[in-house]
């Protein structure tokens, strides 16, 4: 009964790793046909990927290893085929694009090559698979094809190279397009361009679309149908709307819940002197501008998002603050005192004051320390905060604190999760009793379960211990429920500066709106509306 | 790829064709180490005399190694001696340098000037230091040479002394110019060596038209190349390599011998020389470590030489006695237990290295406190010459070579209180050193052999270890046979085709 | 992807490993690669013959036998230690191996820890401290990397007498650049990494920084670097007996015995060969070791040896 | 990139000149050449008329006071043995050497690369134990003996080959083939480990997803990735050749500057040491500078 284009019948594959045997997918069934889009929601460890890669034969065996299952495509299963006939397939049949686009185009070939490449794997001469290319990148918005195809990977920005990544994977037409968190690492105004190309394309070519995300407004924005998966297994499946609004499954409720921007709004409410006062701070990097004057005060106990695309100069600012860097301009006043100016030994007893959150918790934590160590060494280097008797309990309260277990002192950070990783890492911060701790992008490497756990964590070691944040986020409904004032910023200068409630229900520049409006939200009715506001404001401000 | 290996061919074609591709009535002889230059005043060194002595350039005075006709005439006629400070020589007529001018006393006597001329360091010209030697141009065939005090040996002295035109240049020259039988043709530096037959030789033409001499410095390679027929002659390879039926033995006129100090106690006891020298099981190195033929040594130079003292006997191999000496001497408070270095040169003869280790063992047996140390040349001169090592005892072990036939190139120089790696300070040595070297006839060899003996029996001036003997590989379609001389030269006049 | 999401998961759940497993994790990975393991087993016994042998070995090694010269091998009338045959002075060869493995092992491993030790304070200095230090630590690199090795031997043994110490002293020397030049590349790239950044926010001294924080990440890298050096070593000094500079008898190495040995290669071919063998077999293992450690210090290749394990464990 | 360039060739200027001043002096505790020079019987005034002539017995300082004024006009001085101007007996020496350090890299590189690929791509597998072990017996073996024992075999046994020496393109075969083992052996390995890596990344991923066959794969996508820290090791490697194959050039009797180098240091000839490490130190670092424009080529992240 081949009636569908695409069809996974009761798929188990097992991968073979340090811990042992794990088990990616377990019997899972799922099927696509021309012209619709299915969406395979997860986060990651749900094995969401795994159909994905066993559909291209990307999987290696080992470690990789499929036990059972069946994968029809036009109603032949592709696990009998050759890896002759399964090689025909890919590119010309069946194509894929991933997320991280640099490191999945080759960085060493032009990408005019890399896209043709595709069409004369498959047999296409030279000039018409160069033909096709261009083409495509035109079609796919590349500014200047002609020159562009000979151009490298390194020389275009994140959302154009998805563009090139989409231009690959189409120039032969195939059947079905898998896209593998196709948006994730990209800017929420970019996302969503990407997002509106693929539908286009999906239109113009009529090819079944396998849209593999973790974000639910993704699934409202662009699935026809989405199954979720949790821990391997399918939970639940239906259209966007039936899973919005009659989730089953407890899995899928945790997830809806924890979408961001749904919650109440903060109103600030201190109006004692600033704890820290940023003047005119600037940053350049030879010619270029990276930090253009940037002003803003912050009270105790406040919170202050600020929010901006990749380049904006936002994260730049709290590594001034943390003389990580240089500044080239400006003045940061701490409870009063300048600390541009202060050399290394100077800042060293105040660094305890002021503490950061990286993004990316797997590489902000010593591989080789035990979370002891880590969480220990900020009283090694500050002998004053607690006597060595007592570093044992404290760590342990930490830990607590944030939600993990004392017995997890004597772990490594690899044995934890990414969220665990970054609660860890907040409970260093913690270490040592800072007014102020900077959270550069603290969740967005996060699942969106894990991301609430970890802003309602943040959220209430604020009110506890009253402890002022800066929070650095590159897309707006993460802030909403946790600012009190938020800094929008573009291009090294700051756009608009408000609070909370302002900036989100009456934003008075055209980036805020825009920023607004490409943000994507998990519920369909809503995130349509949003798509036809996004695109007046493109027809507006073209 | 493929590019560069054929540039390579290219580029090899340019260089010196292989010994395998010369013409007939051509030999090619492996040498171990390039001569840094074919100068012939430099030609005793052996290197260098290989290849020019014989060949390139021609002395007046030859000595006779493969018969005894002692000295015999070469470019010189005849020699007297007019009074008792000058000699005569008549000089052959007819004789013509490779450079086509004929040769005369004038060449001669430029020839003896160049050698001792400062401002070039000849090597030949240390034979004639302490010597007053003044050359005098009689006529174009007829040269004096005065010397001061009289000097019986002078004819032996001019068979070292290369005659080159009187035109050439008072600094080294890499083109020689010489009477001899050869030309050299072509020189391809770290490669080969051509000789080339002349045709106005004055001699007899020898049977090798065309001579290639090349060079490898591991003598196991020189036995190879031989076997595989690229090369026709290697004079000196290894003993252990020496078993096919193409390899011959010649004495080399190599003495090796351990040199004491004898200022530094304990060496300075005539008791410990003796234990040393019994201490030593001679015969067992002979047909193992070293080549069967090589001789137990009684005296620094070989037996062909004058003077060379029949009756002095090597002291039979005695372990027991030994231990007796240094008990005494211990008595006697002598400080028998100090630690004495033995000084090796790394690669100085083949199978030094196990020579030397053999006999640090055998005098440890015996209850020396003996420490062996390898070195390379440059340390080893450092003990070897004076001033000496005076810290603590020291044996050198070292190899003297003199195949001249007379004594008076070693004793001076290794005996005489004045001498530079004499061990000794002996009164009745210095005075008999002395005396003989102005004697001669009889009495000259008298003298020399009372001196052997004395030195050998009475003084126990060091321990004497062996005569050795060299090895040749000679290929079979030519004839030579290796003769004493074959050390410091290798006329190609000897060689014979087959 | 696919594969460390999910082990990610995993890692979450699963109890952590113990750090006492951490000896059985080895010796199971080690039984993965059998090469490897044997390997490790043939250096083992390399290593106790070095600690003991001399002890036990010396007098028998040194005595000097000429009947027994060039004795064959696999003869036992003279006793087990002439199994491999006698040397051009009768000594047994086997014991002058075993013995001999002291001294090499000596050699070697001194340059090479000397050389590690050295070359990696320089590279953390060079890496971490301002560019002008940094340069001419460099440039005194290029320098030790240019000066050729036999001057280098020729004058320090000349200078200082020929003995085991100076010979690792030169070795150790010319070693060097090789660890600078690889810590100060590790140093510039894993300076940059989150967790140092976050260690300077908290205040962390340099000093904490450079051996707390970044040694530990670029050790593997230099553990792997030593013991292929460790090879090299071993076949520079032979090739310096070779030439007749560096150890000279009454010492023994194994490159001396086969450079004394190979005089006799047409005649008697165990003096060259069994030391030969010996020092192949030992570079070989540490080779083996090496890649094996290669791919177990790299989480992302580990897991070829952990299926191993487990297939075979 | 061309300032780049500048600033390398300063500071190698730099290295060289300290280079030079360590050599020269040290090169001078070393003894006496006079003593090596002359034999051990010559007389003392002999000695001090040869370093007369020779200009030994100036103070050191004025001695590299006046090599350096000779060096500046590109005088390298004389050879205290071969009496013949130093530079002309390296040059003639470093002929010998670049071509065998040029055959040898270019044979090694290919083959290595060849192999090593497609070990890594049977990684585990029989191919990949036996090229990694043979390479690995090869590479553990000391240089002379192999040499010696090649000679034995293929010179005197089979007489397939010039024992050594030079002439026609048969004497090169085994001091090639004795050069070659080692860097084979240890650049078969670095291939190896980064052409794993490669095939571990994700534009490999999308290769096979762009259904490119297996070849390609290789030899197109991953091995020019993998390549870059490859060109590191075999500039390394051809660097010592470079300064010469002392070993195998005494060995063969090949006239190379390896064997000139022992040779002059062993005979104190102070001269034409210093030349050789000066045109070897040159010839090296225009090697780095064609290592560094292929890696340029090979990586156009560089360029920009």
Avoid at chain 1, 77 to 82: A, G, H, N, T, V
Avoid at chain 3, 239 to 263: A, C, N, Y
Wanted: charged share 20%; proline share 5%; hydrophobic share 45%.
């Amino acid at each position: 009964m081949a009636d569908h284009l695409l069809e996974v019948r009761d798929l188990s594959v097992r991968f073979h790793t340090a811990q042992g045997i794990v088990n990616a997918v377990n019997g899972i069934s799922w099927h696509l046909d021309r012209g619709e889009t299915l969406a395979i929601l997860g986060e990651s460890g749900s094995g969401k990927s795994v159909s994905a890669s066993a559909i291209m034969n990307l999987i290696d065996m080992p470690p990789g290893e499929i036990t059972s299952g069946q994968i029809l495509f036009d109603g032949v299963d592709l696990l009998k085929k050759s890896e002759e006939d399964r090689r025909r397939l890919n590119g010309k049949r069946i194509s894929m694009i991933f997320q991280d686009p640099l490191g999945h185009l080759n960085p060493v070939y032009p990408v005019g090559w890399q896209i043709a490449e595709t069409a004369m794997a498959h047999g296409k001469p030279k000039d018409e698979a160069y033909a096709r290319a261009l083409a495509l990148m035109e079609r796919v918005g590349i500014p200047d094809p002609k020159a562009s195809m000979d151009k490298y990977p390194h020389q275009f920005s994140g959302g154009q190279r998805q563009r090139l990544m989409i231009a690959m994977a189409l120039v032969l037409k195939p059947d079905i397009l898998i896209a593998d968190e196709p948006t994730t690492a990209l800017d929420v105004t970019v996302q969503a361009e990407v997002l509106s190309l693929l539908e286009e394309l999906q239109e113009e070519t009529g090819m079944g679309l396998l849209l593999i995300t973790h974000d639910l407004g993704v699934v409202a924005e662009a699935a026809d149908r989405a199954v979720v998966m949790e821990g391997g297994h399918i939970v639940e499946s239906g259209t966007p709307r039936e899973l919005y609004h009659h989730a089953q499954h407890p899995y899928t409720r945790k997830l809806l819940a924890a979408a961001p921007g749904k919650g109440e709004m903060r109103d600030p409410a201190s109006d004692e002197q600033p704890i820290l006062r940023v003047q005119n701070l600037q940053k350049s990097y030879g010619s270029f501008a990276a930090l253009k004057g940037v002003n803003f005060d912050l009270h105790a106990g406040e919170t202050l998002a600020i929010v901006g695309e990749s380049g904006s100069g936002k994260s730049t600012i709290a590594r001034l603050m943390l003389h990580l860097e240089p500044a080239s301009g400006g003045k940061v006043l701490w409870k009063g005192e300048e600390i541009l100016s202060k050399t290394p030994r100077e800042m060293g007893p105040l660094r305890r004051q002021l503490q950061m959150v990286f993004q990316d918790p797997t590489q902000s934590l010593n591989p080789h320390m035990t979370v002891f160590q880590i969480i220990s060494e900020a009283w090694v280097i500050h002998p004053d905060i607690l006597p060595k008797s007592q570093w044992k309990d404290r760590v342990a309260e930490l830990l607590e604190q944030v939600g993990l277990k004392p017995e997890h002192a004597l772990r490594n950070p690899h044995q934890f999760s990414g969220g665990q990783r970054q609660r860890i890492a907040i409970a260093r911060a913690l270490a040592l009793e800072p007014d102020l701790i900077i959270c550069d992008e603290a969740v967005s490497a996060l699942d969106v379960s894990i991301q609430a756990q970890v802003i309602a964590l943040l959220g209430e070691l604020r009110d506890r211990l009253g402890i002022a944040f800066i929070f650095i986020a590159h897309d707006l409904p993460v802030v909403r429920d946790f600012a009190d004032h938020v800094l929008v910023m573009q291009r090294g200068q700051v756009v608009e500066h408000g609070t909370v409630r302002q900036i989100f229900e009456a934003p008075r520049q055209g980036y805020t709106q825009r920023l607004l409006a490409a943000g994507l939200d998990s519920d369909p009715d809503v995130q349509a509306e949003r798509r036809s506001q996004r695109l007046a404001l493109a027809a507006t401000q073209a | 790829m493929k590019h560069s290996m054929l540039w390579a061919g290219a580029l090899l074609a340019t260089t010196a064709l292989s010994p395998a591709y010369a013409q007939d009535s051509a030999v090619t002889i492996v040498l171990g180490e390039e001569p840094d230059l074919v100068e012939p005043c430099m030609a005793t060194r052996s290197n260098i005399g290989r290849i020019v002595l014989g060949n390139i350039s021609e002395t007046l005075t030859e000595l006779d190694v493969r018969g005894d006709e002692g000295l015999k005439p070469r470019l010189a006629e005849s020699w007297e001696l007019v009074n008792d400070n000058t000699w005569r020589f008549k000089l052959r007529e007819g004789v013509t340098f490779s450079d086509g001018s004929t040769f005369d006393a004038a060449d001669v006597k430029h020839s003896f000037d160049r050698a001792k001329s400062d401002q070039i360091t000849c090597e030949i010209s240390r034979y004639y230091e302490g010597i007053e030697i003044t050359p005098s141009v009689v006529d174009e065939h007829t040269i004096d040479f005065t010397t001061e005090p009289a000097q019986p040996i002078l004819p032996l002295l001019l068979s070292l002394l290369t005659i080159v035109p009187s035109e050439t240049a008072i600094e080294f020259t890499r083109e020689p110019v010489g009477t001899g039988p050869y030309v050299m043709s072509n020189w391809a530096p770290g490669q080969s060596i051509t000789l080339e037959r002349r045709d106005d030789y004055w001699g007899e033409a020898p049977a090798v038209s065309t001579a290639n001499y090349v060079f490898r410095a591991d003598p196991s390679v020189r036995a190879a190349m031989v076997q595989a027929g690229e090369a026709d002659i290697a004079p000196s390879i290894s003993a252990i390599d020496a078993t096919t039926d193409m390899d011959a033995s010649y004495p080399n006129s190599e003495t090796t011998y351990l040199r004491i100090d004898h200022s530094v106690a304990p060496l300075d006891d005539k008791r410990v020389r003796e234990a040393l020298n019994i201490g030593i099981d001679r015969e067992a190195f002979v047909g193992t470590i070293l080549a069967d033929g090589t001789q137990v040594a009684t005296a620094l130079n070989v037996p062909t030489t004058l003077g060379w003292n029949a009756d002095t006997e090597a002291r039979p191999y005695d372990p027991e006695r030994a231990k007796a000496l240094l008990e005494e001497a211990k008595a006697d408070g002598v400080p028998v237990d100090t630690e004495i270095l033995l000084v090796g040169r790394t690669g100085n003869f083949p199978g030094a290295t196990e020579t030397y280790e053999a006999i640090q063992s055998m005098l440890s047996e015996v209850g020396f406190n003996i420490r062996l140390q390898m070195v390379e040349v440059a340390e080893h001169e450092q003990y070897y010459s004076k001033p000496y090592v005076q810290d603590q005892p020291v044996l050198v072990g070292a190899q003297h070579d003199n195949s001249r036939g007379d004594p008076v190139f070693s004793m001076y120089f290794k005996y005489h209180s004045e001498g530079r790696q004499s061990g000794i300070a002996d009164v009745k040595a210095d005075d008999l050193i002395t005396r003989a070297t102005a004697a001669t006839g009889d009495e000259r060899v008298a003298l020399w052999s009372e001196l052997f003996g004395y030195l050998h029996d009475e003084v126990i001036a060091d321990a004497l270890l062996f005569h050795m003997v060299g090895h040749a590989r000679v290929g079979n379609d030519v004839e030579f046979t290796p003769t004493i001389a074959t050390n410091s030269q290798l006329q190609l006049s000897e060689i014979g085709l087959k | 992807m696919t594969m460390t999401d999910t082990s990610d998961t995993v890692r979450a759940e699963e109890d952590p490993a113990k750090p006492v497993s951490g000896l059985r994790r080895v010796i199971a990975m080690l039984w993965a690669d059998k090469l490897a393991f044997v390997a490790a087993l043939f250096l083992l016994v390399i290593v106790l013959c070095a600690v003991f042998g001399p002890m036990f070995l010396q007098d028998m090694a040194a005595k000097t036998n000429l009947r027994a010269r060039n004795a064959p091998p696999f003869e036992l009338e003279r006793g087990f230690f002439f199994i491999l045959g006698g040397d051009a002075l009768g000594r047994p060869l086997l014991a002058r191996i075993i013995v001999a493995a002291q001294n090499t092992m000596m050699v070697a491993a001194g340059a090479v820890v000397a050389s590690m030790i050295i070359g990696s304070a320089l590279g953390l200095i060079a890496g971490y401290t301002g560019r002008w230090v940094g340069e001419a630590i460099m440039r005194l690199a290029d320098v030790i990397m240019s000066f050729p090795s036999l001057l280098l031997a020729v004058i320090v043994l000349y200078m200082l007498s020929p003995s085991i110490a100076n010979l690792v002293l030169v070795l150790a020397i010319t070693r060097i650049p090789i660890y600078l030049r690889t810590t100060r590349a590790e140093v510039l790239e894993v300076r940059q990494r989150m967790f140092v950044q976050a260690a300077i926010v908290m205040g962390a001294s340099n000093f904490r920084i450079v051996f707390k924080h970044i040694l530990p990440v670029i050790l593997p890298t230099l553990l792997t670097i030593a013991t292929l050096d460790f090879a090299f070593v071993m076949l520079a000094e032979s090739s310096l007996s070779f030439l007749g500079i560096g150890i000279q008898p009454p010492e023994i190495t194994w490159g001396l015995m086969v450079s004394q040995g190979r005089q006799y290669l047409t005649s008697a071919w165990w003096l060259a060969f069994w030391p030969g063998l010996a020092i192949i077999l030992t570079t070989m293992s540490l080779n083996l070791l090496s890649s094996w450690m290669r791919i177990a210090l790299n989480p992302t290749q580990r897991w070829r040896l952990e299926i191993g394990a487990k297939k075979n464990g | 990139m061309k300032t780049m360039l500048g600033k390398r060739a300063v500071s190698s200027l730099i290295s060289l000149f300290v280079l030079i001043v360590m050599v020269f002096f040290l090169s001078r505790l070393t003894g006496d050449p006079a003593a090596l020079y002359l034999p051990v019987d010559a007389s003392e005034e002999m000695r001090q008329n040869f370093r007369e002539i020779h200009g030994l017995n100036d103070p050191v300082i004025v001695q590299f006071g006046r090599y350096i004024g000779d060096l500046v006009q590109l005088d390298f001085g004389e050879s205290l043995r071969k009496a013949r101007p130093a530079i002309d007996v390296v040059l003639e020496a470093f002929v010998w050497t670049l071509w065998l350090a040029l055959i040898t890299m270019a044979l090694v590189s290919v083959a290595a690369i060849v192999v090593g690929s497609i070990a890594a791509f049977n990684v585990g597998r029989p191919f990949d134990r036996v090229a990694s072990v043979l390479s690995l017996i090869g590479a553990s073996a000391p240089d002379f003996w192999i040499a010696i024992v090649g000679i034995v075999v293929f010179s005197v046994s089979y007489g397939l080959l010039p024992t050594s020496g030079t002439g026609t393109v048969w004497h090169w075969i085994l001091p090639i083939a004795v050069l070659f083992i080692r860097p084979f052996g240890l650049i078969l390995q670095i291939v190896r480990g980064s052409m794993i890596n490669a095939l571990g990344s994700p534009y490999v991923k999308t290769a096979r997803a762009k259904g490119v066959k297996n070849r390609p794969v290789i030899f197109v996508h991953t091995l020019r990735n993998a390549m870059l820290p490859v060109i590191t090791v075999i500039g390394d490697q051809a660097a010592a050749l470079l300064n010469g194959a002392v070993v195998v050039e005494t060995i063969f009797g090949f006239p190379g500057v390896g064997k000139l180098m022992i040779d002059s240091i062993l005979q104190r000839d102070f001269n034409v040491i210093l030349a050789a490490i000066m045109v070897t130190a040159i010839a090296i670092f225009l090697m780095n500078i064609l290592i560094d424009i292929a890696y340029a080529l090979l990586d156009p992240r560089i360029r920009t």
